[in-house]
């Protein structure tokens, strides 16, 4: 072998030969080798930066071994390296000496104690003692840098982990160094707080005690503490995260470096609404998502009343049967349930009631035949892209983990970002073409991208369209990450345009962009119209969708509703239309919080939620992790598994799934879709269900870069072929899978627009009224008050300032909001938050046109 040819580089460490790739750093290669390096202020997910010295060897070099930091060294052929010689521990000693020099001992009453880097370093590398006679220093403490966050200056030892993380991960520089020498101390910019929603992470990757969670600070010791690995259903990305608690009660959750998906990073929003899960078990306020739902009811005289389980599922049998048949039943949600849930559900409801009316998707998603059609792409394909096509919502405020994966390849690796942007977007300043697509023009740009003509009257340049069709090419090595940007803009305009840009970019791949947490696994179960368990598809089979279902409950055409987890009223768009249906038809609510939905629940089945049950979820890209109890779940709450197979026992039907386990393994077995019976304690973080994506062992954890999970119990699921079998008989002529030819999607007249009016784009914010939020107290106050917002040159012609108030018209009625400016929203749209108004019903009912694919408003000086 050549020079040229050489892929490797040979170094010795300690003694030992041992290869490595050219580029690695020096750090990684010696613990590769089983040469352990003290280390603070290096971190694998970041840029090393060699500030804290901790990581001190001896390098041989032209003048003899010299003193290197290991963390920032890259490995060279013949490099000779020395890691435990006197003058190296002599070295690290002295680090440790002078960190020690102003660093206070309060380890009994720091929440970092015991779990705490420094201790564990001071232990095996320090001296034992100190020469430092002096006062140390002290500041006041601690101090608030955001609403999170607290700060504790006098254990700071300046390793940049937390500043490091805000620029270079997140990309908010909202904390940084200020002062010099022994005064130098980490402070929020003077400007704005320290408000990120990733900012829990500078509180689990700092080596002391400096920055600590408001929500844990003082809650627990880290010897107290239970954990498993679970996964965090918050959102549809999946990540990988430790449950912890005591005394069964929740603590606090940590973020596992899984590398396929959330590389240890969590948002606030996953981290720190334990409270919601825990809930309010004594309130009787069962209108309150703050209230957990904890023993069945029936609504009696008006009033919900508990019962017992038998009481209770017999009456919700009794309104099961008297519906009228099949057609007059349906379900809406499903989201949230667990793979085995989401089973045992469609096994129930379509499979025992033979009602095709399932919908887990609340009326924002995309269709589910053709996301099912789609070639689909992993978060790592879509991370490594050279190529990636946005057209979805601020994925920063939908996806945030995905976010940050998405940013590390652009910021970092220079990938090509093309934004199809119909609002203010976080990755915007990283696109390499941004693309303008106001309301009821999405679908006209895809075309457009794949060669069609472009429509006179967009915001679209013809040089734009021209950079990013060469771009784009055939669609090889692109991944488009698609998803619901608009809810008030009608959902088939997106599907048209996916449809289109798969078509047309034949080697495309596709991440759907949904964001209900397990959302794929709900569809991959069945519960949706047209579709199977197992990503099985019936062509000849029609069924309602959730809109659908609302008219038919409205019109008393769909008689009884199963509600499966989630509030109808606080998730779809058409508010009064859900009031009415709930109104009109019988309600079986199956929920674990409480929600304006049961004040239409005819009979309430309290059921186990994140946390407390088994089984397996489905994330956006169709991994297929594990879910771990780590609490009991409170009252008689049952998983859906339970609830689904003794109501089927009810109904006359036998679902022959007594357990999660049995579920899991009739599932595995029926569909070859990969559930809990295959999980057994596989060294990689799941499967991919429909690539050919090999499980990749799990590399071992950095305590020193993760405090805090002090034995990661990983748990992964064995591979599967993907293959898919008929489930039951009576479903008809069920494929192993639909194709974009099965998608038919219904033309749609998008109105000229009008030329006083503004179009309207109602986007998804992550921290929004729903029961997350609701049952957190740390967090609900971070609910941002709810505005619209626009470009400046729509509010000059007004006169007004931003902040000041508007008139709005609207189809439905007139109505005042405070308005804001923002240069980046597109000329002729105003953005508004959806779910983030106390009052968010009346809200969408005056400002939503639900009878145009899209909603123009017209604003006015009040």
Same mark, same amino acid.
């Given at each position: 072998?050549?020079d040229?040819t050489r892929?490797?580089?040979?170094?010795?460490?300690?003694?030992?030969?041992?290869?490595?790739?050219?580029?690695?750093?020096l750090?990684?290669?010696?613990?590769?080798a089983g040469?352990?390096?003290?280390?603070?202020?290096?971190?694998?997910?970041?840029?090393?930066?060699?500030?804290?010295?901790?990581?001190?060897?001896?390098?041989?070099?032209?003048?003899?071994?010299?003193l290197?930091?290991a963390?920032?060294?890259?490995?060279?052929?013949?490099m000779?390296v020395?890691?435990g010689?006197d003058?190296?521990?002599?070295a690290?000693?002295?680090?440790?000496?002078?960190?020690?020099?102003?660093?206070p001992l309060?380890?009994?009453?720091?929440?970092?104690?015991?779990e705490?880097?420094?201790?564990?370093?001071t232990?095996?590398?320090?001296?034992?003692?100190?020469?430092f006679?002096?006062?140390?220093?002290?500041?006041?403490?601690?101090?608030?840098?955001?609403?999170?966050?607290?700060?504790?200056?006098?254990?700071?030892?300046?390793?940049?982990?937390?500043?490091?993380f805000?620029?270079?991960?997140?990309?908010?520089?909202?904390i940084? *160094?200020?002062?010099?020498?022994?005064?130098?101390?980490?402070?929020?910019?003077?400007?704005?707080?320290?408000?990120?929603?990733?900012?829990?992470?500078?509180?689990q990757?700092?080596?002391?005690?400096?920055?600590?969670?408001?929500?844990y600070?003082?809650?627990?010791?880290?010897?107290?503490?239970?954990?498993?690995?679970?996964?965090?259903?918050?959102?549809?990305?999946?990540?990988?995260?430790?449950?912890?608690?005591?005394?069964?009660?929740?603590?606090?959750?940590?973020?596992?470096d899984?590398?396929?998906v959330?590389?240890?990073?969590?948002?606030?929003?996953?981290?720190?609404?334990?409270?919601?899960?825990?809930?309010d078990?004594d309130?009787?306020?069962?209108?309150?998502?703050?209230?957990?739902?904890?023993?069945p009811m029936?609504?009696?005289e008006?009033?919900?009343?508990?019962?017992?389980?038998g009481?209770a599922?017999g009456?919700?049998?009794?309104?099961?049967?008297?519906?009228?048949?099949?057609?007059?039943?349906?379900?809406?949600g499903?989201?949230?349930?667990?793979n085995?849930?989401?089973?045992?559900w469609?096994?129930?409801?379509?499979?025992?009631?033979?009602?095709?009316?399932?919908?887990?998707?609340?009326?924002?998603?995309?269709?589910?035949?053709?996301?099912?059609s789609?070639?689909?792409?992993?978060?790592?394909?879509?991370?490594?892209?050279?190529?990636?096509?946005?057209?979805?919502?601020?994925?920063?405020e939908?996806?945030?983990?995905?976010?940050?994966?998405?940013?590390?390849?652009?910021?970092h690796?220079?990938?090509?970002?093309?934004?199809?942007?119909?609002?203010?977007?976080?990755?915007?300043?990283?696109?390499?073409?941004?693309?303008?697509?106001?309301?009821?023009?999405?679908?006209?740009?895809?075309?457009?991208?794949?060669?069609?003509?472009?429509?006179?009257?967009?915001?679209?340049?013809?040089?734009e369209?021209?950079?990013?069709?060469?771009?784009?090419?055939?669609?090889?090595?692109v991944?488009?990450?698609?998803?619901?940007?608009n809810a008030?803009?009608?959902?088939?305009?997106?599907d048209?345009?996916?449809?289109?840009?798969?078509r047309?970019?034949?080697?495309?791949? *596709?991440?759907?962009?949904?964001?209900?947490?397990?959302?794929?696994g709900?569809?991959?179960?069945?519960?949706?119209?047209r579709?199977?368990?197992?990503?099985?598809?019936?062509?000849?089979?029609?069924?309602?969708?959730?809109?659908?279902?609302?008219?038919a409950?409205?019109?008393?055409?769909?008689?009884?509703t199963?509600?499966?987890?989630?509030?109808?009223?606080?998730?779809?768009?058409?508010?009064?239309?859900?009031?009415?249906?709930?109104?009109?038809?019988?309600v079986?609510?199956?929920?674990?919080?409480?929600?304006?939905?049961l004040?239409?629940?005819?009979?309430?089945?309290?059921a186990?939620?994140q946390?407390?049950?088994?089984?397996?979820?489905?994330?956006l890209?169709?991994?297929?992790?594990?879910?771990?109890?780590?609490?009991?779940?409170?009252?008689?709450?049952?998983?859906?598994?339970?609830?689904?197979?003794?109501?089927?026992?009810?109904?006359?039907?036998?679902?022959?799934?007594g357990s999660?386990?049995l579920?899991?393994?009739?599932?595995?077995?029926?569909?070859?879709?990969?559930?809990?019976?295959?999980?057994?304690d596989?060294?990689y973080?799941g499967?991919?269900?429909?690539?050919?994506?090999?499980?990749?062992?799990?590399?071992a954890?950095?305590?020193m870069?993760?405090?805090?999970?002090?034995?990661?119990?990983?748990?992964?699921?064995?591979?599967?072929?993907?293959t898919?079998?008929?489930?039951?008989?009576?479903?008809?002529?069920?494929?192993?899978?639909?194709?974009?030819?099965?998608?038919?999607?219904?033309?749609?007249?998008?109105?000229?627009?009008?030329?006083?009016?503004?179009?309207?784009?109602?986007?998804?914010?992550?921290?929004?009224?729903?029961?997350?939020?609701?049952g957190s107290?740390?967090?609900?106050?971070l609910?941002?008050?709810?505005?619209?917002?626009?470009?400046?040159?729509?509010?000059?012609?007004?006169?007004l300032?931003?902040?000041?108030?508007?008139?709005?018209?609207?189809?439905?009625?007139?109505?005042?909001?405070?308005?804001?400016?923002?240069?980046t929203?597109?000329?002729?749209?105003?953005?508004?938050?959806?779910?983030?108004l106390?009052?968010?019903?009346?809200?969408?009912?005056?400002?939503?046109?639900?009878?145009?694919?899209?909603?123009?408003?017209?604003?006015?000086?009040p």
């Amino acid at each position: 072998m050549t020079d040229v040819t050489r892929t490797n580089v040979t170094i010795t460490v300690d003694g030992h030969s041992l290869e490595a790739q050219p580029g690695e750093l020096l750090i990684e290669v010696a613990e590769r080798a089983g040469s352990y390096i003290p280390r603070f202020c290096y971190h694998p997910r970041m840029e090393p930066v060699g500030v804290c010295r901790m990581c001190l060897v001896e390098v041989d070099g032209p003048r003899g071994a010299t003193l290197q930091p290991a963390c920032y060294l890259k490995v060279t052929d013949g490099m000779n390296v020395t890691t435990g010689s006197d003058k190296v521990k002599k070295a690290q000693d002295g680090v440790l000496e002078f960190l020690l020099a102003n660093h206070p001992l309060d380890c009994p009453v720091c929440d970092k104690g015991g779990e705490c880097p420094l201790q564990d370093q001071t232990l095996a590398h320090g001296s034992g003692e100190t020469r430092f006679v002096e006062e140390k220093r002290h500041f006041v403490k601690p101090i608030a840098i955001g609403e999170l966050v607290l700060l504790d200056r006098e254990r700071c030892i300046q390793c940049s982990r937390c500043t490091r993380f805000a620029s270079e991960v997140a990309g908010e520089a909202q904390i940084a *160094f200020a002062g010099r020498g022994d005064l130098i101390e980490v402070a929020p910019s003077p400007t704005q707080p320290f408000d990120s929603i990733f900012s829990g992470n500078t509180v689990q990757i700092c080596p002391v005690g400096a920055l600590t969670a408001k929500p844990y600070r003082f809650s627990a010791r880290p010897w107290d503490l239970e954990q498993v690995e679970s996964t965090c259903t918050t959102c549809a990305v999946g990540c990988r995260v430790a449950v912890q608690s005591s005394g069964n009660r929740l603590t606090r959750v940590l973020g596992v470096d899984s590398e396929p998906v959330n590389h240890g990073w969590l948002c606030d929003k996953g981290r720190f609404t334990l409270d919601s899960i825990d809930g309010d078990c004594d309130s009787r306020d069962v209108l309150s998502a703050a209230t957990r739902i904890t023993e069945p009811m029936v609504r009696i005289e008006g009033e919900l009343t508990p019962v017992s389980w038998g009481v209770a599922l017999g009456e919700a049998a009794r309104l099961l049967h008297e519906a009228g048949g099949a057609d007059a039943i349906g379900a809406i949600g499903g989201a949230s349930l667990t793979n085995e849930g989401a089973f045992a559900w469609e096994r129930f409801l379509r499979g025992a009631i033979g009602s095709e009316n399932l919908d887990a998707q609340f009326g924002d998603g995309l269709d589910p035949v053709l996301l099912q059609s789609l070639p689909l792409a992993s978060i790592d394909d879509a991370a490594n892209a050279p190529v990636v096509l946005t057209m979805t919502g601020d994925l920063r405020e939908e996806l945030p983990v995905l976010f940050l994966r998405l940013r590390e390849s652009f910021a970092h690796h220079h990938h090509t970002l093309i934004e199809l942007a119909s609002a203010p977007s976080a990755l915007r300043s990283l696109a390499s073409h941004v693309l303008a697509v106001r309301p009821g023009e999405t679908s006209v740009i895809a075309q457009a991208l794949v060669g069609a003509t472009l429509p006179v009257g967009t915001l679209v340049s013809e040089s734009e369209l021209d950079a990013a069709r060469a771009a784009l090419g055939d669609g090889s090595g692109v991944v488009i990450v698609a998803g619901r940007a608009n809810a008030a803009e009608d959902q088939r305009l997106v599907d048209h345009a996916i449809a289109t840009l798969a078509r047309g970019l034949p080697r495309a791949k *596709f991440l759907v962009a949904l964001r209900r947490s397990n959302v794929r696994g709900a569809l991959d179960m069945g519960l949706a119209p047209r579709l199977r368990p197992g990503r099985g598809f019936d062509a000849a089979s029609a069924g309602r969708d959730t809109h659908a279902q609302l008219v038919a409950m409205a019109d008393g055409t769909q008689r009884t509703t199963v509600v499966l987890g989630g509030c109808v009223i606080g998730n779809v768009v058409d508010v009064a239309l859900a009031a009415r249906a709930l109104t009109a038809a019988n309600v079986i609510a199956v929920t674990g919080h409480g929600g304006a939905t049961l004040a239409f629940a005819d009979v309430v089945l309290p059921a186990s939620v994140q946390h407390e049950r088994t089984g397996t979820v489905t994330n956006l890209e169709g991994r297929v992790t594990a879910v771990a109890p780590k609490i009991s779940a409170p009252g008689s709450a049952w998983p859906d598994v339970a609830i689904a197979a003794e109501l089927a026992l009810e109904w006359g039907e036998d679902l022959g799934l007594g357990s999660v386990e049995l579920a899991a393994q009739v599932l595995e077995e029926t569909t070859g879709y990969a559930a809990l019976s295959v999980l057994q304690d596989q060294a990689y973080d799941g499967v991919v269900m429909g690539m050919n994506v090999t499980p990749v062992a799990r590399h071992a954890m950095d305590p020193m870069a993760f405090p805090g999970i002090r034995s990661t119990k990983t748990v992964g699921l064995g591979d599967s072929t993907g293959t898919t079998t008929l489930l039951d008989a009576t479903s008809g002529a069920v494929t192993l899978g639909a194709t974009v030819a099965d998608v038919v999607i219904a033309p749609v007249d998008v109105p000229l627009a009008d030329a006083y009016a503004l179009r309207l784009v109602l986007a998804r914010r992550l921290y929004d009224r729903g029961i997350a939020m609701q049952g957190s107290p740390d967090v609900a106050a971070l609910v941002p008050e709810t505005t619209l917002t626009v470009h400046p040159r729509d509010l000059d012609h007004l006169g007004l300032a931003s902040g000041a108030k508007v008139k709005v018209r609207a189809a439905a009625t007139d109505f005042e909001i405070s308005v804001l400016t923002d240069e980046t929203v597109l000329r002729g749209t105003c953005v508004a938050p959806l779910g983030t108004l106390v009052d968010g019903v009346n809200l969408v009912a005056s400002m939503v046109d639900f009878s145009s694919p899209v909603t123009q408003l017209r604003l006015e000086t009040p």
